[in-house]
Nanobody
Framework: QVQLAESGGGLVRPGGSLRLTCTASRTTFTSYAWYRQAPGKQREWVAKITTGDFATYADSVKGRFTISRSNAKNTVWLQMDSLKPEDTAMYYC?????WGQGTQVTVSS
């Protein structure tokens, strides 16, 4: 079973940027997705990218977040710009039925 490892989270001020990285333990040609879960809230879908690099986004992040991938590097990224306090959450990478351990993003002044 493939394993996923996220990195890149941290503390950033409103309006700032972060780039999250998710690396798979082996090459897989399937879609990737990012989800997030804020304290006390349900996990929600953020973005998805297909094997053909077709990307879709939740309305709450459209125009601010960009998902991309490299099959050669078994890696998917989530570039997050114009961050808002409401983006604060644990961010998870998902591929098929496999989840990563998550990386914390905190947006605060």
């Amino acid at each position: 079973q493939v394993q996923l490892a996220e990195s890149g989270g941290g503390l950033v001020r409103p309006g700032g940027s972060l780039r999250l990285t998710c690396t798979a333990s082996r090459t897989t040609f399937t879609s990737y997705a990012w989800y997030r879960q804020a304290p006390g809230k349900q996990r929600e879908w953020v973005a998805k990218i297909t094997t053909g690099d077709f990307a879709t986004y939740a309305d709450s992040v459209k125009g601010r977040f960009t998902i991309s991938r490299s099959n050669a590097k078994n890696t998917v990224w989530l570039q997050m710009d114009s961050l808002k306090p409401e983006d604060t959450a644990m961010y998870y990478c998902k591929q098929d039925g496999t989840w990563g351990q998550g990386t914390q993003v905190t947006v605060s002044s």
